[in-house]
T-cell receptor, first 109, second 116 residues
Framework: DAKTTQPNSMESNEEEPVHLPCNHSTISGTDYIHWYRQLPSQGPEYVIHGLTSNVNNRMASLAIAEDRKSSTLILHRATLRDAAVYYCILIYGANNLFFGTGTRLTVIP | KAGVTQTPRYLIKTRGQQVTLSCSPISGHRSVSWYQQTPGQGLQFLFEYFSETQRNKGNFPGRFSGRQFSNSRSEMNVSTLELGDSALYLC???????????????FGPGTRLTVT
């Protein structure tokens, strides 16, 4: 499975935008980029996914580099509830997720 | 719509015993996956069941097994428990079969297993 690399931790001030990067230099042409997050004491939850084009939903935006070797999850206005571990995962044709270490996001009030 | 439920939420067992954990997926979901989460290894995929058949398996010893029933409910079993099996066991369900983009996974709250 193609690997992803994320910073171990990031901080953001409340109500500021947050850009969470993910590198996936060995991504194949058919891999989809998925993001999940895990809030404290909860199971992971789906955030967003995309293939080539940038994607938006009610939770976040996903910006994908033109060469697809990296992507960025954008939280437009961080809230305290967004404090979580964020995982970037590559998926093609399967439902099993291979989680890396993720990025622990701390939101400062 | 009710979410994924897992029972029990907490469990304490002794080394050498066996344990069975249960997962009820979201209504209409036919795929159920199991994950183990530990501080040292993070989140690791155990196996996936779809239509009562194991479809994918992670890199875990044969002591870890599972099954899925016709109503899509799933159980996982760990035999001959070891201290290292202490973990949070998470179950996730998703809508259906396979598609290129994968399906959104919905996770339950997990079962916290402590082996003493």
């Amino acid at each position: 499975d193609a690997k992803t690399t994320q910073p171990n931790s990031m901080e953001s001030n409340e109500e500021e935008p947050v850009h969470l990067p993910c590198n996936h230099s060995t991504i194949s042409g058919t891999d989809y980029i998925h993001w999940y997050r895990q809030l404290p004491s909860q199971g992971p939850e789906y955030v967003i996914h995309g293939l080539t084009s940038n994607v938006n939903n009610r939770m976040a935006s996903l910006a994908i580099a033109e060469d697809r070797k990296s992507s960025t999850l954008i939280l437009h206005r961080a809230t305290l509830r967004d404090a979580a571990v964020y995982y970037c995962i590559l998926i093609y044709g399967a439902n099993n997720l291979f989680f890396g270490t993720g990025t622990r996001l701390t939101v400062i009030p | 719509k009710a979410g994924v439920t897992q029972t029990p939420r907490y469990l304490i067992k002794t080394r050498g015993q066996q344990v069975t954990l249960s997962c009820s997926p979201i209504s209409g979901h036919r795929s159920v996956s199991w994950y183990q989460q530990t501080p040292g290894q993070g989140l690791q995929f155990l196996f996936e069941y779809f239509s009562e058949t194991q479809r994918n398996k992670g890199n875990f010893p044969g002591r870890f097994s599972g099954r899925q029933f016709s109503n899509s409910r799933s159980e996982m079993n760990v035999s001959t428990l070891e201290l290292g099996d202490s973990a949070l066991y998470l179950c996730a369900s998703s809508l259906a079969g396979r598609r290129a983009s994968g399906y959104e996974q919905y996770f339950g709250p997990g079962t916290r297993l402590t082996v003493t």
